[in-house]
């Protein structure tokens, strides 16, 4: 049995699975974050969640690294901590210097700060060899979009303009003229403070926009060595934006393609030193040139793709993390589930409104091949999407035969489409 520091987390759905691992491997961990209420308001009333059944709960700054170190050093003397996790992208580069400092298993600080910020990956790949977007770094000044816009100038539109260090799609989005990148860098430059209290750095990613369907390779990095699971497939939508609206496991590839990005990763995975102590997401587009490295995330997939993942091979990369996180060789041994593919679609609001009618998740839920349904609560005000933060819910469902699995939760999705009523 080992005892973990978990340092902050996100509130969705790897809040709930990074404990659940925890527990089922025989574990026990100490939570320690700077805000418990954020995790408060995270759980239903009356319910409390996963993260506050740790053995204990510590606040302390972690969003200051300096006087974070010496806290945790105190805390491992007295408590003797076997790893150090967390499963929130803002504080990945932490968990990593805290690792380095108890001298606890893990990748190196500076992987995982580079890959934590999307401008310094792209930096490392170009450096690397790799083939990528053409791109620009721009440090916006006191004129938002002016910068940006003479950059823009040597690369040509259309283009995709991006924040170098926030997640779920937020503020990434596609422009097609001067006009729309000063708008967008507007936008940015109007969230100075991410969801976490943390400053963020005044500089813009603009990137040749990519043609293609894109994938994202799920690994497993241990002691040298990357494991690679499998590959996801994607869809997005709500243009100009790239909001997420569905995945399916394994993503229907042919044998050539399939082996192109995954070589195309493991290839990024060590230009950016990532081979020790981790559990990678990777987004590749497979252009018509070729695979293009979209980003690196060192931390398992979101948007519950590690529950695709576990139903169809029975990999749970949750407690890979943890294994990994100790120090420990994790099961990635692919099993007989039942199921050839699985698939989730969310609902993604399109209006402003609120919520007065929707589907039945009990009724769905009798349906055999469905895994999973979340529907909103009628009376919910809603915003229409700008990034994969504002999804009302979701379906999955899988499928025994083949990759039939999107194409059913598609069709399931839209029953409940047709059924709830935004006014």
């Not at 239903?44 to 974070?68: F, K, M, S, Y």
């Not at 990956?121 to 979009?145: K, N």
Request: include cysteine; glycine fraction near 8%.
């Amino acid at each position: 049995m080992g005892h973990l520091l978990v340092v902050e987390s996100w509130v969705g759905s790897m809040s709930r699975l990074l404990p659940k691992a925890l527990r089922e491997g025989g574990h026990e961990f100490t939570f320690l974050t700077r805000d418990l209420s954020h995790y408060l308001r995270a759980a239903p009333e009356g319910v409390r969640h996963p993260l506050l059944g740790a053995r204990n709960v510590i606040t302390a700054d972690t969003n200051d690294i300096d006087t974070l170190l010496p806290v945790v050093e105190r805390l491992h003397a007295a408590l003797a901590f076997d790893g150090v996790i967390s499963s929130c992208d803002y504080y990945l580069p932490t968990v990593a210097a805290v690792a380095a400092r108890l001298g606890l298993p893990g990748p190196g600080a500076d992987a995982v700060a580079h890959a934590c910020r999307k401008d310094l990956t792209r930096r490392i790949l170009e450096d690397a060899g790799l083939p990528g977007p053409r791109f620009a770094v721009v440090e916006s000044d006191d004129e938002p979009g002016a910068a940006e816009v003479r950059a823009a100038r040597g690369l040509g539109f259309p283009l995709v303009v991006k924040p170098v260090d926030l997640c779920a799609g937020m503020y990434v989005r596609r422009v097609d003229d001067e006009a729309e990148l000063v708008a967008a860098c507007r936008a940015l430059a109007d969230f100075p403070v991410n969801a976490r209290g943390q400053h963020r750095p005044r500089l813009v990613l603009l990137e040749e926009l990519l043609d293609g369907p894109e994938v994202s390779v799920e690994t497993v990095s241990s002691r040298g060595r990357i494991s690679v699971v499998g590959v996801t497939d994607k869809s997005v939508a709500g243009a100009p934006a790239f909001i997420e609206t569905g995945h399916m496991f394994p993503a229907p590839l042919t044998p050539t393609e399939r082996t192109a990005v995954q070589e195309t990763t493991v290839a990024a995975l060590k230009a950016l030193e990532l081979t020790d102590g981790v559990v990678a997401h990777t987004e590749i587009k497979l252009t018509s040139a070729g695979p293009r490295v979209v980003e690196v995330n060192p931390r398992p997939a979101g948007n519950r793709i590690t529950e695709l993942v576990r139903h169809v091979t029975g990999v749970d990369l949750a407690a890979a993390a943890v294994d990994v996180a100790l120090g420990r060789e994790p099961d990635l041994a692919v099993r007989d589930t039942g199921l050839r593919s699985a698939a989730i679609g969310f609902l993604v609001p399109e209006a402003d409104g609120t919520l007065t009618a929707v589907g039945d998740d009990e009724q769905l839920l009798q349906e055999d091949d469905v895994l999973e349904v979340l529907l909103p609560e009628p009376g919910r005000a809603v915003s229409a999407a700008g990034s994969n933060n504002e999804y009302l819910g979701h379906v999955m469902a899988g499928d025994p035969a083949g990759p039939g699995a999107r194409e059913r939760v598609e069709a399931l999705l839209a029953d409940v489409r047709d059924r709830m009523v935004i006014r």
